[in-house]
């Protein structure tokens, strides 16, 4: 029996988030008995993306900026979560280079005030309640810095982030760590590498190249294309989170990767040629792939050893990368219209962060 039937109320922040809303999913879908998404919908927000989790009594959704410290520790005083999964988060790489700012108040500030709201909510709690409480703070690989040809980020690398984005994520982690040792809030962190499937924002590599591709415009590539990232699937990575709650020691670092090392050539012409065997136009999209100006300060490799998390909470990838992709090329395919709902009025498939670059035709790599 699933130990989640067991669980109380679960509490997502940034759940109509790509990966966020791809963990309320996962949860109700494993038997979750009540899921509180929040979230402040910012751009890439998409409430569509909650719609299979559906509706009172098993799921609530409330609008709301984890930086409203006041209106976080109220929602927790009403529906009293055991597990609280921290997703929100600005992400993207390239707006990071355009406008830092506003990385650091959603990212380090909003972590900040999301960890003193539970800090209180905890210490309101009768023993037995405090005791089951665990608070996961979802990180990424990128905070690690950049790795060369060989090796691979571990637990105990030293964090040695590269742009505002990966900066303001390190802040994020570090005052989770200072929340766990200074006021024992039982928090454990997890990085992941790189995520793609369903439902994510056109911002980010696969779906902006997608989202180009069917326009027969140029899939922008930057630099020479051989930067190397290890892609995990969203639902994958979902289940590592789940398996963090459930099995996760307080204090302590857990890293998801798919095991999938590919570079960001080789992705996008595999993705490319998948979409030509489903969506046959008479023309190879693989040649749309267009070298652009790299990005500034844009690291190299990223790469995550899996054996803790493999060890201690029994998580390991199950979705093959090859027909995991097909199953993305897929759904995007299905869901042209929400495709185009995202972006109207929100993002024109355009290439951010080229402060000091040129432009190029628009578009770029970002993160999970």
Avoid: C
Avoid at 25 to 41: I, T
Avoid at 175 to 201: D, E, I, K, R
Avoid at 321 to 328: A, M, V
């Amino acid at each position: 029996m699933d130990r989640l039937s067991r669980l109380g109320t679960v509490l997502v922040t940034g759940a109509a988030g790509f990966i966020g809303s791809a963990l309320v999913r996962r949860l109700k879908a494993r038997g979750a008995p009540r899921v509180v998404s929040l979230d402040a919908l910012t751009y890439a927000g998409d409430l569509s993306r909650l719609e299979e989790a559906g509706g009172e009594p098993g799921h609530r959704f409330a609008q709301l900026d984890v930086r409203d410290l006041d209106g976080v520790l109220a929602l927790l005083r009403e529906e009293r979560p055991t597990v609280v999964f921290h997703l929100a988060a600005e992400t993207h790489v390239d707006r990071s280079i355009d406008g830092p700012e506003a990385f650091v108040q959603a990212n380090v500030v909003g972590t900040a005030r999301l960890m003193e709201a539970l800090r209180r909510y905890r210490d309101e709690l009768p023993a037995g309640e405090r005791e089951r409480l665990r608070v996961v703070n979802v990180s990424t690989d990128e905070v690690y810095g950049s790795l060369g040809p060989e090796g691979v980020f571990t637990e105990s690398t030293p964090y040695d982030p590269r742009s505002p984005y990966s900066a303001s994520k390190a802040g994020a982690d570090h005052m989770a760590s200072a929340y766990f040792h200074t006021y024992g809030l039982p928090v454990l962190t997890t990085h992941a590498t790189n995520n793609y499937g369903p439902y994510q924002f056109p911002e980010k590599l696969l779906p902006l190249a997608l989202g180009k591709a069917l326009r027969g415009e140029p899939v922008p590539l930057y630099g020479t294309g051989e930067n190397v990232r290890d892609w995990l699937h969203v639902d994958d990575h979902a289940d590592g989170l789940i398996a963090a709650a459930l099995r996760g020691r307080p204090g302590e670092t857990y890293l998801f990767g798919g095991g999938n090392e590919r570079s960001n050539r080789s992705v996008l012409e595999a993705l490319l040629g998948t979409l030509n065997e489903l969506a046959p136009t008479g023309r190879d999209h693989r040649e749309l792939i267009t070298l652009v100006p790299d990005r500034p300060g844009h690291d190299f490799r990223y790469a995550v050893d899996t054996a803790k998390a493999r060890r201690e909470l029994g998580w390991r990838p199950v979705v093959p990368f090859e027909q995991g992709l097909r199953d993305t090329v897929a759904w995007y395919l299905e869901h042209r219209d929400w495709l185009d709902s995202v972006t109207r009025g929100r993002y024109r498939l355009e290439r951010l962060g080229t402060v000091g670059v040129a432009p190029g035709p628009g578009g770029g790599e970002g993160t999970a």
